[in-house]
Structure formats: structure tokens, C-alpha cells
């Protein structure tokens, strides 16, 4: 039981050939793109979905901020289709690795950061001392404010990493102590299958809302430098 | 008669499956375009037909999406036959 629970993060290949890439690449395939004004009802909904979310996200930026639009969109659609994807049965999940969402996070939150030091540099080294604050603390609260700015892109990866594995190891484990008690005690598998519908549907709530999170920090980090 | 015998025969390369003999099957697998640019076509021509079949409709349904997401459950399923075979539920493995 203990190497089958975490069987299902192991990265996938096939005969020596990285099997994770096609993985990855499949939540593009549920995408499709279309030049027409009235197209079919996938790409209306799919249409209709990111207009409200941009609309929502994009409002608080300035002109300079919108131009990352693109970016924050098309961040937010892949890691919500992709944590979707891995509540279907048997499915793997790339953002349980935490070498992807690092890769997410750092170039967004270092891109943030730099366009703010290079166009607003006052600004930007002045986000490093909170106003008001005692001369004696003011050492001390400049190494904190920097420690706080460089984990920044750590805690965006760890976050999305911990919630969605911590999410599908506790759906396995439910799920096997639900097996496991239906020969002992029926009442008792029935109540751990009622826990297990719950957590379900509390996975697809956490699937959407890390994702809206990922990137909300990430647009808030740009709005801060730009 | 002999003219129309002769217009008739098309050559076996270009014939679609559902008109190949049963004994032509291996010669006609074999003749076809097995270069990166052919399988990339098979692979955008099968993935336009069932596109355009099921989902490019006016009144598409749920189900143009959910048998793409049923073959995906599938073939992870196939993927991860090998570990999951050990929890089947028998007295030696």
C-alpha cells in the first residue's frame, strides 16, 4: 500500500520516451481556436468563461500591467484544465511536480519583479521599508522585506504543489480505507464513501481556486511594480 | 466490354480501407506513408474528423467532450496497468 500511494506521481514514460510530454500538452487539445464571429458551443463557453475572468483579473492594472493579459490568461486556463484533468481516474498530474511550478513561478515573479526595478526603481527599492518605522529597526526590517520578496516565487510553487498532491493523497487513502471497511463493517465504509463524495467535490473547488490564486498572486506582483 | 473492365481497376494505393480485400490487407498497410509529415497528416486528418463530426455542430452536446475525456481515462488506465495489477483483489499475485 505504501509504494502504490505515491505510484501515481512518479513522472510517466513509455519505453524510455518521455510519455509526460503528451500529458502535458493535452489540456491545449480541449482548446479549440476559431477565426468565426458565432462559433460551436465549446468555444462560445470557453469564449464567454475568459471574458469574465479577464474582465475581473485585468481591471486593477494599468495600461502597462494589461499587456500581460495574455500571459495571466492562458496561466490561469492551463493549471485550471490541467488540476482538473487530474481528478479524472488514473490520470497524472503535472502540477504535482514541483520542478514544473517552479518553472511557472520564477520567470513570472522574476519578470514582475525586474520590469519594476528597471522602470520604477525608486519605487521598487522603496517597497523594501514599510513607512513610519523606527530608525533603530530599520536594518533589521530591510533583510526581512528582502527575505520576504525572494520567497515569493518558493511559496507560489510549494502552494500549488502541496494543495493539488495533498488533495489526491487523501482521495487515495479515503478511498482505500472505504475498500478495506466494507468486509469489516458496512455503516462504517458507508460514512468514509460520504467523506470520500465530500472530499471530491472539495478537489474540484481547490483544482479552480489554486489556480486562480497562482495567478492572481502573480498579477497582484505585477501590479505592485508596474 | 473490355474498356469499362479496364477503368474500373483502381490501383490499390489509393483505395480507402473499408474497400481493401481481406487478402490485399497486408501489401496495402505496408504502401502506407509511414515518413513524420505522413503520420503527423493521419493524425491531423483523424482529429479533424472527429472534430467536425462532434464538437464543430450547431447543437454540440456533453458528449463530443466526454468521449475525449473517457479515451484519456483509458489510456492512463493502460498506462498504469502494469502497477495497478498488483491490487487486484485475489489471494496470490
Known amino acids: ?226 | 466490354s473490355q474498356d469499362s473492365k479496364m477503368a474500373s481497376v483502381v490501383p490499390l494505393k489509393e483505395k480507402k480501407l473499408l474497400e481493401v480485400k481481406l487478402g490485399e490487407l497486408p501489401s496495402w498497410i505496408l504502401m502506407r506513408d509511414f515518413t513524420p509529415s505522413g503520420i503527423a497528416g493521419a493524425f491531423q486528418r483523424g482529429y479533424y474528423r472527429y472534430y467536425n463530426k462532434y464538437v464543430n455542430v450547431k447543437k454540440g452536446s456533453i458528449a463530443g467532450l466526454s468521449m475525449v475525456l473517457a479515451a484519456y481515462v483509458f489510456l492512463n488506465y493502460c498506462r498504469s496497468y502494469k502497477e495497478l495489477k498488483h491490487e487486484r483483489l485475489r489471494k496470490y499475485h
Open chain 1, 1 to 226: 500500500m505504501n509504494e502504490n500511494l505515491f505510484a501515481s506521481f512518479i513522472t510517466p514514460m513509455m519505453f524510455g520516451l518521455p510519455l509526460v510530454t503528451l500529458i502535458v500538452l493535452f489540456p491545449s487539445l480541449l482548446f479549440p481556436t476559431s477565426n468565426r464571429l458565432i462559433n460551436n458551443r465549446l468555444i462560445s463557453l470557453q469564449q464567454w468563461m475568459l471574458q469574465l475572468v479577464s474582465k475581473q483579473m485585468m481591471s486593477i492594472h494599468n495600461t502597462k500591467g494589461q499587456t500581460w493579459a495574455l500571459m495571466l490568461m492562458s496561466l490561469i486556463l492551463f493549471i485550471g484544465s490541467t488540476n482538473l484533468l487530474g481528478l479524472l481516474p488514473h490520470s497524472f498530474t503535472p502540477t504535482t511536480q514541483l520542478s514544473m511550478n517552479l518553472g511557472m513561478a520564477i520567470p513570472l515573479w522574476a519578470g514582475a519583479v525586474i520590469t519594476g526595478f528597471r522602470n520604477k526603481t525608486k519605487a521598487s527599492l522603496a517597497h523594501f521599508l514599510p513607512q513610519g518605522t523606527p530608525t533603530p529597526l530599520i536594518p533589521m526590517l530591510v533583510i526581512i522585506e528582502t527575505i520576504s520578496l525572494f520567497i515569493q516565487p518558493v511559496a507560489l510553487a510549494v502552494r500549488l504543489t502541496a494543495n493539488i498532491t495533498a488533495g489526491h493523497l487523501l482521495i487515495h487513502l479515503i478511498g482505500g480505507a472505504t475498500l478495506a471497511l466494507m468486509s469489516i463493517n458496512t455503516t462504517t465504509a458507508l460514512i468514509t464513501f460520504i467523506i470520500l463524495i465530500l472530499l471530491t467535490v472539495l478537489e474540484f473547488a481547490v483544482a479552480m481556486i489554486q489556480a486562480y490564486v497562482f495567478t492572481l498572486l502573480v498579477s497582484l506582483y505585477l501590479h505592485d511594480n508596474t
